[in-house]
């Protein structure tokens, strides 16, 4: 064998031995716990063979404990590039196989090196997590190297894209990465995340709590609102990153990508003309207005079982990608709270970041009274929302169902946060409260002094219905464009985007805002 084949056969070798990681034994029982390594995991992520694997040679530089005797051809994290569909993203896998997929200071510069030429090249950067956190053998260096990365992620922040999937373990300061991207996807049984595990939390508080309970999918994605997309398992986490793919752009600069549309435009659903109940009271499923008026129903959405009164996500109109914020009646009424609140505005910045416009769909009968909201701060959370939508100079089309009372009649886009096309049904109630709350306020004392005071309160409703409870004393000062027919309302929601495609609007040259956090 001449010595340029015996090379060419060592790199073989090497590359070999760096694709089993921490070693066949380790592969193994990263299978037998339900979960995939990290470069199957990004052969289901992104197109076949697309994948280029980069510092497959790095290895730590640890000495401490005996650590130079131990070391892996790639040390814990598999890095590089490939596409989704053929765009460009850049990836890194912790690869639990290796010291359980602890963040050591040569992966912590592998990560980054990704992190930063996604930057250079303007492409979304998925980061696939199974960890046991910092590599305790390495003590601050395993630290320096996570700050490196959270620092990236906040530079980042706005101008890539930036997905993170937790597909194992993430706890302590780790959780601060996947904290600053943009979407978080838990995978149910296998993924948990909390600052401090099971075994602190005993001590500290006494508190008996499991993994799951503590951090897994479902707390996440129903109480705390950490995560945006709870998966079935860990190959149902990369599909919906793909899916996700389909409606954001590469980066700040770029509008997301256009579908070809098979949805007839001008398709008019009958069914909009009769579904709002007769009685206020009575509610009706969003979720079947927002199905009826995008392309083909396909809407993927994001927090699905976090603060269930206000859904988000991601739809078509024409192809074009929009971001939907609609109230859902069959929760909660559909009343705005301090979770709702911060659900929404961190989705409208998110679409305003990355030129999606938004579409938001009205019928709130106001904020969530009572002190359980008051003392966790509905005031700030409810102005998060409010400054997301005023700040967002995205296209913006709102559409008022039924009730937009009050403040929260304000907050949902409303014209003078530079709602660009408000539109409303003949069933819309747009006014500073609902009539029953209203003649309360006003009729009390005239009631109490008459004969009867039912019949007076109910004419004095009937009449503030009559002059308030309408779209039309909003659309006859102009703060509604128009009042539309229901089941034409995908049409005008099409037209009215295929209009503001090229809208410019800047807000004035500032280092940031201050968003009440
Ligand atoms: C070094 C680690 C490690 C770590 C796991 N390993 N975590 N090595 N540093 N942080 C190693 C284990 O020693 C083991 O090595 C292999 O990875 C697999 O781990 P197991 O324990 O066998 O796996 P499992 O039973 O599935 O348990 C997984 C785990 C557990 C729950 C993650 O390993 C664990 O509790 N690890 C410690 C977690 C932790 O306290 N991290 C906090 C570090 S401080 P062998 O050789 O036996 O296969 C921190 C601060 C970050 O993260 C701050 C950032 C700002």
Redesign the pocket.
């Known amino acids: 064998m001449s010595s340029q084949l015996e090379k060419v056969k060592e790199l073989i070798d090497l590359r070999t031995e760096a694709r089993l990681g921490g070693g066949e034994k380790?592969i193994e029982k990263q299978h037998e716990?339900g979960k995939y390594t990290a470069r199957e995991r990004i052969a289901q992520l992104l197109d076949e063979g697309s994948f280029e694997e980069l510092d497959m040679f790095v290895r730590h530089r640890c000495t401490n404990f005996g650590q130079e005797k131990k070391s892996f051809l790639g040390d814990g994290v598999v890095t590089g590039y490939g596409t989704i569909d053929g765009r460009l993203v850049y990836v890194f896998a912790q690869d639990f196989t290796v010291?359980?997929g602890?963040l050591s200071e040569t992966m912590a510069l592998k990560i980054c090196k990704v992190m930063d030429m996604a930057m250079k090249m303007g492409a979304p950067v998925i980061g696939l997590n199974d960890s046991?956190?910092?590599?305790?053998?390495e003590g601050i260096n395993a630290?320096a190297g996570?700050a490196e990365i959270f620092q990236r992620n906040i530079m980042a922040s706005g101008v890539i894209p930036q997905i993170s999937a937790i597909l194992g373990?993430c706890?302590?300061?780790?959780v601060?990465s996947p904290a600053l991207t943009d979407f978080t996807i838990m995978a149910k049984g296998i993924s948990y995340m909390f600052l401090t595990?099971p075994k602190v939390v005993k001590t500290v508080t006494g508190e008996d709590v499991t993994q799951e309970a503590l951090g897994g999918a479902e707390v996440h994605s129903q109480k705390s609102g950490v995560c945006h997309f709870a998966a079935e398992d860990g190959e149902d986490a990369l599909k919906i990153i793909r899916k996700l793919f389909t409606f954001i752009p590469q980066n700040n600069l770029e509008e997301p990508p256009l579908v070809p549309c098979t949805d007839p435009i001008d398709r008019l659903e009958d069914s909009l003309n009769d579904i709002i109940p007769d009685s206020p009271t009575r509610p009706y499923d969003m979720y079947e207005v927002i199905g009826a008026i995008i392309d083909n129903g396909e809407f993927l959405e994001v927090q699905r079982d976090f603060a269930k009164n206000l859904i988000v996500g991601f739809a078509r109109f024409n192809g074009q990608a929009v971001g939907i914020v609609a109230n859902q009646p069959k929760y909660l009424a559909g009343v705005l709270d301090s979770n709702a609140s911060r659900k929404g505005a961190r989705f409208v910045r998110f679409c305003d970041a990355f030129n999606i416009p938004l579409v938001t769909l009205v019928d709130v009968p106001g904020f969530l009274p009572g002190t359980g909201q008051e003392y966790n701060g509905v005031i700030l959370h409810g102005a998060k929302l409010l400054y997301a939508y005023g700040e967002a100079t995205v296209p913006k089309v709102t559409v008022t169902l039924r009730k937009s009372y009050g403040g929260s009649h304000i907050v949902m886009s409303c014209k003078q946060l530079r709602g660009d096309m408000n539109y409303a049904w003949p069933t819309a109630e747009i006014a500073v409260m609902g009539g029953a709350g209203a003649v309360e306020v006003l009729y009390a004392k005239e009631a109490k002094a008459s004969d009867n005071p039912a019949k007076v309160l109910a004419d004095r409703e009937a009449e503030y219905n009559k002059l308030f409870c309408n779209p039309y004393n909003a659309a006859r000062y102009g703060y509604i464009d128009d009042v539309i027919e229901p089941r034409n309302t995908r049409f005008r929601i099409i037209r009215a985007l295929q209009q503001l495609a090229t809208k410019k609007v800047v807000n004035p040259a500032k280092k940031h805002g201050n968003i009440p956090l």
Do not use: D, M, V
Request: net charge positive; charged share 10%; aromatic share 16%.
């Open positions: 380790a716990r010291f359980g602890s046991g956190g910092a590599r305790i053998q630290l996570y373990p706890a302590g300061g780790a601060y595990g």
